[in-house]
């Protein structure tokens, strides 16, 4: 039951970050225009579209899982310092609060690692 919980919590975690990165593809220059209207550098996208994809399916494989927890740790506290951080809005504070809660997983699977159903898991054998 350990192995399964771990991966399905990897899943879990995983899956806003695919289909983010997925919808960033899809709405290009909409996004970009979001991030350079919040001060961001619009040809930073490539760069993030590929941190939540490449990170995603990391994560999801149990791949490089400790460093790819913390880059994407250190991603969704950026985003919601620069995306969220107007608190006087309820759904901006919910969503700043959903960035921090996401970190906090990311934390744990950079303390714990990926568990048993991994790829780290099967070069740790």
Request: aromatic share 10%; hydrophobic share 55%; glycine share 14%.
């Amino acid at each position: 039951m350990e192995k399964i919980g771990q991966f399905v919590a990897r899943v879990f975690l995983a899956q806003i970050f695919l289909l983010s990165g997925i919808f960033k593809i899809t709405g290009y220059e909409g996004t970009q225009g979001y991030m350079e209207a919040m001060g961001v550098p619009g040809m930073l996208l490539p760069l993030v579209i590929a941190l939540e994809i490449g990170g995603g399916l990391a994560i999801v494989a149990g791949l490089q899982t400790r460093w790819v927890s913390i880059a994407l740790a250190a991603f969704t506290l950026a985003a919601a310092a620069i995306f969220h951080s107007n608190l006087s809005d309820q759904m901006q504070m919910i969503m700043f609060l959903k960035n921090i809660a996401i970190t906090g997983g990311f934390i744990l699977l950079a303390v714990h690692g990926a568990g048993g159903y991994s790829l780290d898991g099967r070069r740790a054998q």
